[in-house]
C-alpha cells in the first residue's frame, strides 16, 4: 500500500527478457536502503525487490504487468518514480494507493501556466464510473486532484516541487502514463452495481 507522494526517482540501468518476463535494473538513491523481497512502487506499478547491488536493485515484471501498464515503453535511462510502501504510523499524505495499475492514459494536452502546469490525459471510457471532478488519481504513482472530468479524459494541475521532483517534467504530448482509480471509487462503485 503506498500514498502517492514520491519519494525519489530512480533510472533504468539494463533491461532483460527472459521468456515473457521484462527484468529491469534501476539505480537510484534509495536502491542501498531497500531489502530483499521488499514491495516498491515503480511509476504506480508495485514490484518486488529482488536484488540489490550498491546503488541499483532489481525488480521483475510477468507478461501480465507488462500489458497492462507502460512498462513496455521503459528504455534505458527513462526516468521513473519510487516509492517505499506506506507505515501504517505515519500521516496519509495523499490517497491509498495500491500500486495495481487500472489503465495508461495518453497525454493529449500539456500547458505551461503562470507558475504551473496542466496536463489532460485520455483513457478507456471503459472506467469512466471511476473518475470524479475534484477526486483522486494516480499517475506514474503519483497521487493527484482531477478536473475538467469528462467521460475518456482528466486534466490534473501540477505544481513546481512536483515537476521537478517527479517524472512529471518528461510528460509530453503523446507519453503514456500509468493511471491508478482511487479504491474507494471503485468498492462504491461495485456495490452500486450489486444493488440495482
Known sequence: ?????????????????????????????????????????????????????????RVTAIEETIKKTNLSYWEINTLINLERCMKMNGRLDGHIVQGHTDDVAKCVSKKVLDGSWE?????SAEFASLIIEKGSVSINGISLTCFAVTNNTFTVAIIPY?????????????????IEFDIIGKYLTRIASLTH
Open 1 to 57: 500500500m503506498f500514498t502517492g507522494i514520491i519519494e525519489s526517482t530512480g533510472i533504468i540501468q539494463a533491461i532483460e527478457k527472459k521468456g515473457t518476463n521484462s527484468t529491469f535494473w534501476i539505480n537510484s538513491t534509495i536502491s542501498s536502503e531497500l531489502k530483499i523481497d521488499q514491495s516498491l512502487s515503480h511509476n504506480g506499478v508495485c514490484l518486488t525487490v529482488e536484488e540489490i547491488i550498491d546503488n541499483t536493485h
Open 119 to 123: 496536463f489532460t490525459f485520455q483513457f
Open 162 to 178: 512536483t515537476y521537478h521532483h517527479t517524472n512529471m517534467h518528461c510528460i509530453e504530448v503523446g507519453s503514456i502514463v500509468n
